[in-house]
């Protein structure tokens, strides 16, 4: 297990909480539910880990006529591999959380407050850690078809292993689009570019997600994420490909 770094960590888990107890304040006035999936399946990996893993994931999603919250937890981790010798070992261990609030400004335009934290045991940091704000604007929003782009500053942090912890104020590029083309299925689709004056890391998904009964789904995908500056010995590219069953509640 990787160590948890909390003081490098306070200003992600400080807006998580507040993103959190305003979900608790708007479901007493509204006496709304929390929506989401809970998902479980084999990712085959590619980039500095190469195995097939195990990964669970749980996505919450609640919205109230002002508001828009999200908040994906996951993690993966691959089974102890035999190296040969007798000695087994693990090939893949990484853990994330976020959580993003979108404040309905207009019909179509919102601003966001997103916090993330991530530690990959193969990735050759301790951790990484981001906060952002910006703008987004809802180009499409129809109940079958959805399509949002955003953009706004925020800060990255990261540690590398043996040597002191940085950060860096970046830039964020995000769009997102979801297509409902069957009454049992749907697209899914997301970018992400962050850049700052020492690195630029991009993040693409494309996911299928059709439905078996009223309760669950099997989602298949691919994630793609490089990054143009790495750790020494480690590569500038990772690709996931995953199966999944998903429990939606």
Do not use: C
């Not at 609640?62 to 999200?70: G, Q, S, V």
């Not at 530690?119 to 910006?134: H, M, N, P, T």
């Amino acid at each position: 297990m990787l160590r948890f770094n909390l003081g490098k960590a306070v200003l992600p888990m400080v807006l998580s909480l507040y993103t959190l107890s305003s979900w608790g304040a708007e479901a007493e006035a509204l006496d709304t539910s929390i929506k989401g999936y809970a998902e479980l399946g084999f990712i085959d990996s590619a980039g500095n880990s190469e195995s097939t893993n195990l990964r669970a994931q749980l996505t919450l999603e609640k919205e109230t006529e002002d508001w828009l919250h999200n908040a994906k937890f996951t993690a993966l981790n691959s089974a102890n591999r035999n190296n040969g010798k007798g000695i087994k070992r693990s090939t893949a261990e990484k853990y994330r959380g976020e959580v993003k609030s979108d404040w309905k400004v207009t019909d179509h335009g919102y601003l966001y407050l997103l916090s993330e934290y991530e530690e990959d045991r193969f990735s050759g940091l301790e951790y990484q850690a981001r906060v952002g704000i910006g703008w987004g604007y809802r180009v499409i929003d129809r109940d079958t078809m959805t399509l949002a782009l955003e953009i706004g500053p925020g800060y990255y942090y990261d540690k590398v292993k043996y040597q002191p912890a940085d950060g860096d104020p970046t830039i964020r590029i995000g769009e997102t689009f979801e297509w409902k083309f069957s009454n049992a299925a749907e697209f899914l689709q997301a970018l992400n570019v962050e850049t700052s004056t020492d690195n630029t890391i991009t993040k693409f998904e494309l996911a299928v997600r059709s439905n078996m009964t009223d309760t669950l789904a099997l989602k298949v995908g691919t994630e793609f994420e490089y990054s143009k500056e790495v750790p020494a010995g480690k590569k500038h590219a990772d690709r996931l490909t995953s199966a999944m069953i998903t429990y939606r509640f």
